[in-house]
C-alpha cells in the first residue's frame, strides 16, 4: 500500500498539496472523459422548433332536404422538428481550462524556486515564452499601450519568485510559494478579466495561448506511450524471485505486448483506410487515459533518470502531475471546443508514439533484460537501467521509428496544427459576432486543413454564407467528407429544403438514416420529407422510429389514415401540452368525445402560447362533440378573451365561445355575438358560419345575405349554400345559375348529381324520374304544387325510406292547413322505422311531436318531447314542445321556463316565437313581454313573412300604429298580392276594433 500510495510518506505540506495536485487531475481526466464521449455535442445541439397547423374538422352536420351541410371549425396540431443549431461555443469552458492552467502554472512556478539557479533560469525562460504565447495583450484595457501588458504580468511573477529563490529559499516553503503565486495569479486574472472590454475574456486567453500547451501535450504524450507494455512488465514480474523457475514470463510478455501493438497497429491501417479486420479495436483515448494514470507511478521508476534535473524526492512526481494536467485539460478543451482538427491531431499522436515507442519499448526490455526474465527476476524494479543500451536511446530509437513509420502523417499533422490555430483564433471572434474577422480566419484554416468539419460547418452557418445556399451546400458537403454526423446531414437536408431540393434533400438524409439508423432526430426529419411527398408507409415508420408520438399523432389528424387503429397508437405523455393537442385533434377529426379534463394550470394565467391556444381550441371543440355545458371551459374562454396579450387570437377565441354557446342552446347570444363582429367584413369563414347557422334555423334569407358576402370575399364553397338557401326560401330562380354551375363540376360527382337532381325537380312533375325524385319535388315544390300533386307522387314513392321521410315532410303541411285527420292517418300508415336513416328517423319524430301538439296530448307530448330520439337541427325544437305541453296541462310556470329556453336555442323558428309570443299576450297577460319578443324576432329575421304578419298585429294591440303600418308594408313586399290582401283584411278588422275600444 506504501507503494501505491508513496505520497504519504511525505511531510505534511507536500502531500497535502500533492492531494490537492491528484483532485485537480481526477478533475481534468473526468473534463476529458466527458468531453470525448460527448464530442460534437458540445458544440451542437438539436433546436426543437413547434409549427402549428389547422385541420378543419366538423363540429356538426345540418340535414337540409337531400344535402346533408357541414359546420366545421379549425382544429390544431402541433409538428415537433429538429434542427441542428449553429455552432454553440461555451465560453465556461475556456474558464474550466484556465482553472487547470493556473493550477499547474502555480506548481510549476513553485516547483523551479527549488531548482539550481541553471534549471530556475531555463524554467523561467519557458515560463516567459508560456506568458507570450498566452497573449493577455488581447485582454488589456490600456489602449496604445496594451503591449506593455506581458512586461507587467512578468514582473508580478518573476520578480517575487527570483527573489523567494535566491534570497529566501528556505523560509518560504513549497506549499507558501504554491499560494502566493495562487494568488497573483486569481489577482492578475481578475484584473484582466474585469478590466476587459471584450465579452468574453477567458476565450482569447484560452485560443490564443492554446500553441504553448498544445506542444507540451504533444510532450507528455511522448512522455507516457509505453507505459502500458511497461506495467505489462511489472504485472508478469512484480511477484518473481529469481527462482529459476520457469513461467513462461518470456513469453507472456511478447504475446500480451503483441496483441497490444497489434490491435494499435491495425486502428492505424483502419484509420488509413488501408484495410480494416473485423475485430474489437482498442479506443485510442482509452489507451492515453491508462498510460496517463499508471505514468504517475511509472514516472516515479524513472527517478534515476531525472535525479540531475531534479533533486528533491516529490519534485518529479509534482513534475508529473502539473504537466498531465495541463496536457488533460488541453486535450478535453479541444474536443469540448469542437476543434476537430486539433482534436485528430492529438488523437493521431497518441496512435504513433504508442505503436512506435510501445514497440521500441519492449524490445529494449527482450534486449537487456531477457536473460533475467528468463530466470524469473522482478525486471520491472531495473527496467529503466539496461546495460547493453540505455532507456535514453531506447527514447531516440522510438523517435527514429516514429519518424520512419509516420513520417507523412505526421507532416500532414503539421500543417493541420495551423489550421487548429487558426479554427481557434476563429471561434473568438466567432463567438464575440465579429463574423467578417471569424470569416478570415476560417478561410486561413480551410488552406491548412481541406476537410475540417468545425470549419466548414462554422463557415455554413455565417450570415453572408448562410444566404448564398450553393457555397453552403458545397461547404456542408466537404465537411461530410471529414466527419458524416447526424447534425451535418440534418443541416445539408436543411440547405437543399431552402433551395426547392426535395428529392436531393431526401436522397441526402436516406444516406444519414442508412448510417445512424438508430437516431431519433435524422428519422423525425425523414418522416417530414416523405409528408411532402405524402408516402404514408415510410412516414408512419419513420416516425415510429424516431419514437416521435406526438408527431405521429399530428400525421393521423391531417390525414385521417383509415388503415391505422386508434387503440395501436403509442401512448401520450399525461402532461406534454403538444401531446394533448395533437390526440384532442385525433379525436375532434374522428368526432369522438374524449373525456379528459381541462388542464387548468397550463391556462390559470390566461396569457396563452401558441401551443395553449391549440389546446383549449382542440378542447373547445370536443366539448361541442359532448354538446353539453362546461361552466369551467366558459368561464376559461372569458378570461382569455379579456386579455389584452391575446389580442391576435381573440376573434378565433370568440368564435369558439360562439360555437360553444350555439351548440349548447344559446344560438340568440351566439347569433347575435356573431352578426356583430368586425371581421364579418372581411371573414369569408365567418360568413359562411353564420349563414349556415342560419339555414339551421331556418332564416333562409338571411342566411342568403351573409353567404353572398362570403362568396364576395372568395369562399367559393359557399355557393354551395347560398344554392340551397335560395331555394328552400322559394327562390329557385334565382338560385338557378348556381345549381347549373354546380352541376357541371365533374370534381364532386355526389354533389354533381344532387345539383341535377334539383333543377329537374323544380321544373314540371313531368322530369321526374324515380323516388328520389319524388321526395325532393315534396320537399321543395310543396309550398307551390297542388295537394293533388303532392298525394299523387306520395303514393307513387315505393322505396319504404323516401315514404317515410316524404311522410314527415307532408304531415306538417297539413297540420298547418288545419287537416288533422288527415295527418294523424298518414302517420298512422307508417311502418318498419326501426332501421331507418338516424336524419329520417329525426324528421319522422319532429312531425310526430308537431301531430302530438295540434292533437293536444299534452302528457303524451311531455313524455315523448323527453324521450324521443332527435338530432340537430331538429333537436332545437325539443325544448318547445315540452313548453307547450306544459302549457296545455296548465302548468305555466313551468312552460314559461321551457318557451324561453327554446328562444334562446331556436331564434329564427317562427313557430317558437309566435307561440311564445301567444302565450305570453294570453295567458301571462304581458302583452310588452309579447311585444319584446316579436320586435327581437323580426330584427334578427326581417325577411320572415310569418313574423312580420305577427308583429304587425301585436304592434295594433300595443297601439303602435305606425310601426305596425310600417309591418304592413314590409308583408306588401314579402308575398303574393293575393295573400296579401286576406293579410289587410285581417289587419283592417283589428284596427277597427282597437279604434272602438
Avoid at 62 to 72: H, K, N, V
Avoid at 450 to 478: D, G, M, W
Wanted: aromatic share 14%.
Amino acid at each position: 500500500m506504501q507503494e501505491i500510495l508513496f505520497w504519504n510518506q511525505w511531510a505534511k505540506d507536500r502531500k497535502g498539496l500533492y492531494t490537492f495536485a491528484l483532485f485537480c487531475f481526477v478533475a481534468a481526466m473526468t473534463w476529458l472523459i466527458y468531453a470525448y464521449t460527448t464530442q460534437y455535442s458540445n458544440i451542437l445541439t438539436w433546436q426543437k422548433k413547434h409549427s402549428v397547423e389547422s385541420v378543419e374538422v366538423m363540429i356538426g352536420k345540418i340535414q337540409q332536404g337531400l344535402f346533408e351541410l357541414p359546420a366545421s371549425q379549425d382544429t390544431y396540431v402541433v409538428v415537433e422538428s429538429y434542427q441542428p443549431s449553429n455552432i454553440l461555443l461555451n465560453p465556461y469552458f475556456s474558464y474550466l481550462n484556465l482553472f487547470f492552467w493556473l493550477v499547474a502554472m502555480c506548481l510549476y512556478l513553485a516547483l523551479i524556486g527549488e531548482l539550481s539557479r541553471r534549471y530556475y533560469t531555463i524554467g523561467a525562460i519557458v515560463f516567459i515564452v508560456f506568458l507570450i504565447y498566452l497573449q493577455p495583450n488581447h485582454l488589456a484595457s490600456l489602449g496604445s499601450y496594451s503591449d506593455a501588458v506581458v512586461v507587467i504580468l512578468l514582473l508580478v511573477y518573476l520578480l517575487p519568485s527570483y527573489y523567494m529563490h535566491a534570497f529566501v529559499p528556505e523560509k518560504v516553503g513549497f506549499l507558501g510559494r504554491f499560494f502566493i503565486f495562487l494568488f497573483l495569479s486569481l489577482s492578475v486574472g481578475a484584473w484582466l478579466l474585469l478590466s476587459s472590454p471584450s465579452q468574453y475574456p477567458a476565450v482569447y486567453l484560452a485560443n490564443y495561448g492554446m500553441a504553448l500547451p498544445a506542444l507540451i501535450t504533444l510532450i507528455f504524450i511522448v512522455i507516457v506511450a509505453h507505459e502500458i507494455p511497461y506495467w505489462f512488465l511489472f504485472l508478469l514480474t512484480r511477484y518473481h524471485t529469481g527462482s529459476g523457475e520457469k513461467r513462461n514470463t518470456l513469453m507472456h510478455l511478447v504475446v500480451i505486448s503483441t496483441i497490444y501493438i497489434g490491435n494499435l497497429a491495425l486502428l492505424f491501417l483502419k484509420e488509413e483506410r488501408v484495410f480494416e479486420v473485423n475485430i474489437y479495436y482498442l479506443d485510442i483515448m482509452a489507451v492515453f487515459i491508462c498510460s496517463v494514470t499508471l505514468g504517475i507511478w511509472g514516472y516515479r521508476q524513472r527517478r534515476a533518470l531525472i535525479e540531475p534535473f531534479l533533486g528533491k524526492e516529490s519534485q518529479a512526481e509534482f513534475f508529473y502531475l502539473l504537466i498531465a494536467i495541463i496536457s488533460l485539460a488541453t486535450i478535453a478543451y479541444s474536443f469540448a471546443m469542437g476543434n476537430d482538427t486539433l482534436m485528430q491531431i492529438f488523437l493521431h499522436f497518441i496512435l504513433y508514439t504508442h505503436i512506435a515507442l510501445g514497440t521500441v519499448f519492449v524490445v529494449y526490455i527482450l534486449i537487456n533484460f531477457f536473460p533475467l526474465l528468463w530466470q524469473d527476476w522482478a525486471v520491472y524494479r531495473i527496467a529503466y537501467k539496461g546495460d547493453i543500451f540505455s532507456f535514453t536511446t531506447a527514447r531516440f530509437l522510438g523517435f527514429a521509428l516514429l519518424i520512419i513509420l509516420f513520417n507523412q502523417n505526421i507532416r500532414t499533422d503539421y500543417y493541420k496544427s495551423n489550421s487548429a490555430y487558426y479554427t481557434s483564433i476563429a471561434d473568438v471572434h466567432y463567438l464575440h459576432k465579429d463574423y467578417s474577422l471569424a470569416e478570415g480566419f476560417y478561410r486561413k484554416s480551410m488552406q491548412y486543413d481541406f476537410v475540417s468539419f468545425h470549419v466548414r460547418y462554422a463557415l455554413s452557418t455565417l450570415p453572408n454564407i448562410e444566404v448564398k445556399r450553393a457555397e453552403q451546400i458545397i461547404l456542408l458537403r466537404q465537411a461530410l467528407l471529414k466527419n458524416p454526423n447526424p447534425f451535418l446531414y440534418a443541416k445539408l437536408t436543411e440547405a437543399y429544403l431552402q433551395t426547392d431540393q426535395l428529392d436531393r434533400a431526401i436522397l441526402n438524409l436516406q444516406q444519414g438514416t442508412k448510417l445512424f439508423p438508430e437516431n431519433p432526430y435524422l428519422n423525425n426529419q425523414m418522416a417530414l420529407l416523405y409528408e411532402q411527398k405524402q408516402v404514408q408507409d415510410s412516414v408512419v415508420y419513420h416516425y415510429k422510429k424516431a419514437n416521435a408520438v406526438n408527431n405521429l399523432w399530428a400525421y393521423l389528424a391531417k390525414n385521417k389514415l383509415k388503415t391505422m387503429n386508434l387503440d395501436e397508437l403509442p401512448e401520450i405523455a399525461e402532461n406534454d401540452t403538444i401531446a394533448a393537442v395533437n390526440q384532442l385533434a385525433v379525436w375532434n377529426l374522428y368526432t369522438q368525445y374524449k373525456p379528459v379534463k381541462l388542464k387548468k394550470e397550463w391556462l390559470e394565467t390566461g396569457k396563452l402560447t401558441a401551443t395553449t391556444y391549440a389546446y383549449l381550441n382542440n378542447y373547445s371543440i370536443n366539448q361541442l362533440i359532448k354538446n353539453e355545458i362546461d361552466t369551467q371551459l366558459i368561464a376559461t374562454l372569458k378570461k382569455c378573451i379579456s386579455q389584452p396579450i391575446n389580442a391576435p387570437v381573440q376573434d378565433n377565441l370568440q368564435m369558439l365561445a360562439n360555437h360553444y354557446l350555439y351548440q349548447t342552446g344559446n344560438a340568440a347570444e351566439a347569433v347575435r355575438n356573431l352578426a356583430g363582429n368586425a371581421f364579418l367584413k372581411s371573414s369569408p369563414y365567418h360568413n359562411r358560419t353564420l349563414g349556415l347557422w342560419l339555414i339551421e334555423q331556418q332564416a333562409y334569407a338571411a342566411a342568403a345575405t351573409y353567404l353572398e358576402t362570403a362568396i364576395r370575399l372568395g369562399d367559393t364553397e359557399s355557393s354551395i349554400y347560398l344554392a340551397i338557401a335560395l331555394t328552400e326560401n322559394n327562390q329557385y330562380e334565382t338560385g338557378e345559375y348556381l345549381w347549373q354551375q354546380l352541376a357541371t363540376q365533374d370534381k364532386y360527382p355526389t354533389l354533381q348529381q344532387l345539383a341535377q337532381q334539383i333543377i329537374r325537380v323544380m321544373g314540371t312533375p313531368t322530369n321526374i324520374k324515380n323516388d328520389a325524385d319524388r321526395f325532393a319535388y315534396i320537399h321543395y315544390q310543396k309550398k307551390k304544387a297542388t295537394q293533388q300533386t303532392l298525394d299523387t307522387l306520395y303514393q307513387k314513392i315505393t322505396q319504404q325510406e323516401f315514404k317515410i321521410w316524404a311522410a314527415a315532410e307532408l304531415i306538417p303541411l297539413y297540420l298547418e292547413k288545419d287537416s288533422i285527420q288527415k295527418a294523424t292517418r298518414l302517420f298512422s300508415t307508417l311502418k318498419d322505422t326501426k332501421n331507418l336513416n338516424k336524419s329520417i328517423l329525426s324528421q319522422l319524430n319532429l312531425a310526430y311531436l308537431q301531430l302530438l301538439a295540434a292533437q293536444r296530448e299534452y302528457n303524451t307530448l311531455k313524455e315523448e318531447s323527453e324521450r324521443i330520439f332527435l338530432q340537430r337541427p331538429q333537436s332545437l325544437q325539443r325544448l318547445f314542445f315540452k313548453g307547450v305541453a306544459l302549457w296545455g296541462l296548465n302548468q305555466t310556470k313551468e312552460a314559461k321556463i321551457w318557451l324561453e329556453k327554446a328562444q334562446q336555442a331556436s331564434p329564427f323558428a317562427e313557430n317558437i316565437i309566435i307561440v311564445s309570443a301567444t302565450f305570453f299576450q294570453q295567458i301571462q297577460q304581458d302583452k310588452e313581454k309579447a311585444y319584446e319578443i316579436l320586435v327581437g324576432a323580426v330584427r334578427r329575421n326581417p325577411f320572415s313573412l310569418a313574423l312580420q304578419k305577427a308583429y304587425a298585429l301585436q304592434a295594433l294591440q300595443m297601439r303602435l300604429e305606425n310601426f305596425a303600418l310600417d309591418a304592413l308594408k314590409k308583408v306588401e313586399n314579402l308575398t303574393t298580392p293575393q295573400d296579401f290582401e286576406q293579410f289587410k283584411a285581417q289587419f283592417e278588422k283589428q284596427q277597427k276594433l282597437i279604434e272602438n275600444n
